[in-house]
């Protein structure tokens, strides 16, 4: 197999994975947990899409923009409702409460839309090859889409009052509290927007190839792979990591059956646990 | 129907074995642990194919199944050794999976995602379905019994009391010149080993196993066994896993009657009951039904912190 075609392939699926990557790390930058109610929140965003393009015939735009939109919201209500009184009792029962959460919202979805696989309305169009590696018109589509996101997130964290307010929250808590930002609003920021994210991502994923409620939980091993290998609460790191991540499954290719792409992952997580604790780009000591 | 009441009893005494592999790693020495559903297929593919392939007797293949687990227990816990506790939730999470996959892709050693099916059972040619069903029953409430009373002397010995202490303030104990990190290995490697060999008396009750069966679902309920009949409680992990197999498939029973729904639909609500359930466990009684046991008999309970300091425990 041509191992620059793997490269590419890897580059555009850690390009789709760094979404939801940045979404994990930012909450866990400013809620200080592992909130692994990311993968249902995946899963919503990709139906929330689905509905939007091939039930109302809205084109991918759109409906990737009503993805991020459901997702966020559904993380923001699931978050104050449900996981903020955890937050008092400690990481762990929050974390636990959060894969309780997975599954219950993974069921619900389960409960409207069935088991059955679903595929998203999308034109037909021909691969482009250049210089003898083949890349899918939407593939690319997915890569421009994270590039342009990935940039918009960049822009709010470093240029906007509340994106500063928010790394002052995740970099110094009580210091932050001192300056009069009210941490509150911070956290419903990085809930909407982590979840948007995770659910702007689970809609990516499932472009590729299809969806079905499971899509969230199976995309969960890659996305904290790529937070963890790039240092959690670091958000370059999160791109870094999921760049890492995509690439390594593609190139486990050579090696592996298809079906360990997700092993990959874990090993990746052990791998950077062992050698390099904080991760490639992470300042925390352990 | 005796037969059913009598394999949930089974069941139920499995889950009962798991919450207290669990109460050892969580509830004494407070290691999270979200992948101990890998620790049950570990042990329980270990012994299905070790007596199939080699046909050696069921209470070793049992056994090995317990020590490659416990072995697997071992190996995660150095590696997060010096990690804070929420990489070793998401170890452990990947942990399962992991195995999930790997169960799922060695054909050759695990038969795929069909399974292994004819896993041999104690007598169970010689007996009826109903005997059998009553001799299983015998056998796990033995086991329960045995390791029961092996927890409550874990829990009571200085072993017990030094993982409760790393539970509380592990720096305390690193002070007082007890090595923390060993000490955490061998409460995981225990539970973990005890959560094997309930995965082996699974596999050799049902006949069958296959990779669908070590879902993360698997993981919440009996982590809520545990939360529901008392953290750090030997007592309460077992009453604990009783009530939730009385949850369990008592909603079996009610979701039929729901109306217009599919039973992909009713096995969904189902799923979401028990997470719902989970989530308000833990929300608003963290103690559960049996709180651990307060041995000291002069010193009081500390007041009102007794809520905090279990907290902590998670």
């Known amino acids: 197999m041509n191992v620059l075609q793997l490269i590419a392939n890897g580059i555009m699926a850690g390009s789709i994975l760094a979404i939801p990557a940045i979404g994990l790390t930012a909450m866990y930058s400013v809620l200080r947990f592992p909130n692994f109610a990311i993968a249902s929140h995946a899963t919503v965003g990709a139906f929330a899409g689905w509905v939007a393009n091939s039930v109302y015939g809205f084109s991918v735009l759109p409906s990737l923009a009503i993805a991020l939109l459901i997702s966020g919201l559904v993380g923001l209500l699931t978050d104050e409702l449900i996981l903020k009184p955890f937050r008092s009792a400690g990481v762990i029962t929050t974390a636990i409460g959060s894969l309780a959460l997975t599954i219950g919202l993974e069921n619900v979805v389960r409960l409207f839309f069935g088991n059955d696989l679903r595929g998203y309305d999308l034109p037909l169009a021909r691969d482009i090859i250049v210089g003898g590696i083949h890349l899918g018109p939407q593939q690319l589509n997915n890569l421009a889409v994270s590039i342009v996101v990935m940039a918009l997130v960049f822009g709010f964290l470093f ?8 790394r002052a929250v995740a970099d110094n808590p009580r210091l932050a509290d001192i300056k009069g930002i009210d941490s509150r609003i911070v956290a ?28 969230g939980f199976r995309s969960m091993l890659p996305i904290f792979a790529a937070a963890v290998v790039g240092g959690l609460g670091s958000i370059p790191g999160a791109v870094a990591g999921a760049l890492v991540i995509g690439i390594a499954e593609e190139l486990s290719l050579l090696a592996l059956p298809a079906s360990y792409k997700s092993a990959v992952a874990f090993i990746a997580i052990m791998l950077i646990l062992t050698l390099r604790p904080q991760g490639l780009f992470g300042r925390e000591a352990n | 129907m005796e037969i059913y009441i009598i394999s949930m009893c089974v069941v139920a005494g499995i889950y009962a074995v798991m919450a207290l592999g669990l109460n050892v790693m969580w509830g004494m020495a407070g290691l999270v642990n979200l992948g101990l559903v890998g620790s049950a297929a570990a042990g329980a593919y270990t012994s299905a194919i070790l007596t199939k392939t080699f046909a050696i007797p069921i209470p070793l293949g049992i056994m090995a199944g317990a020590i490659v687990a416990a072995a697997v227990g071992a190996v995660l816990s150095l590696v997060t050794r010096r990690l804070k506790e929420h ?43 109903f005997q059998y069903n009553l001799v ?83 993981t919440l309920y009996v982590k809520l066994s545990l939360l529901v009949g008392g953290v750090g409680n030997n007592r309460g992990a077992v009453v604990g896993a009783a009530l939730i197999i009385l949850i369990l498939e008592g909603s079996r029973f009610v979701v039929p009657f729901i109306p217009y729904i599919s039973p992909a639909q009713g096995a969904a609500i189902r799923e979401l009951f028990l997470s719902a359930t989970l989530l308000i466990v833990l929300r608003f009684r963290v103690t559960g039904l049996i709180p651990e046991p307060h041995d000291h008999p ?12 279990s907290i902590k425990a998670f």
Not at chain 2, 298 to 309: K, S, Y
Request: with cysteine; aromatic share 8%; net charge positive.
């Open chain 2, 136 to 218: 299983y029953l015998g056998i796990v409430l033995l086991v329960l019994l045995g390791l029961y009373v092996c927890c409550q002397r874990i829990s009571y010995s200085p072993l017990g009391r030094v993982l409760r202490a790393v539970r509380d303030d592990d720096m305390v104990v690193s002070v007082a010149g007890k090595n923390a990190q060993s000490f955490k290995l061998k409460a995981f490697s225990i539970g973990s080993g005890i959560i094997g060999l309930a995965g082996g008396l699974y596999a050799h009750y049902t006949s069958f196993i296959s990779p669908d069966l070590f879902v993360p679902l698997l």
């Open chain 2, 298 to 309: 002069v010193i009081p309970r500390p007041g009102t912190a007794t809520a905090g300091t």
């Open chain 1, 188 to 215: 419903r920021i990085a809930s909407f927007m982590g979840m948007g994210l995770a659910g702007l991502g689970g809609m990516l994923i499932g472009l590729d190839s299809s969806i079905d409620p499971l899509t």
């Open chain 2, 87 to 129: 990489y070793l939730a998401i170890v452990t999470l990947g942990f399962a999976e992991t195995i999930r996959i790997v169960a799922s892709n060695e054909i050759w050693l695990t038969n795929g995602t069909d399974g292994i099916s004819g896993i041999a059972g104690p007598f169970r040619a010689d007996l009826t379905p």
């Open chain 1, 159 to 166: 240029f906007t009052r509340m994106g500063k307010a928010m």
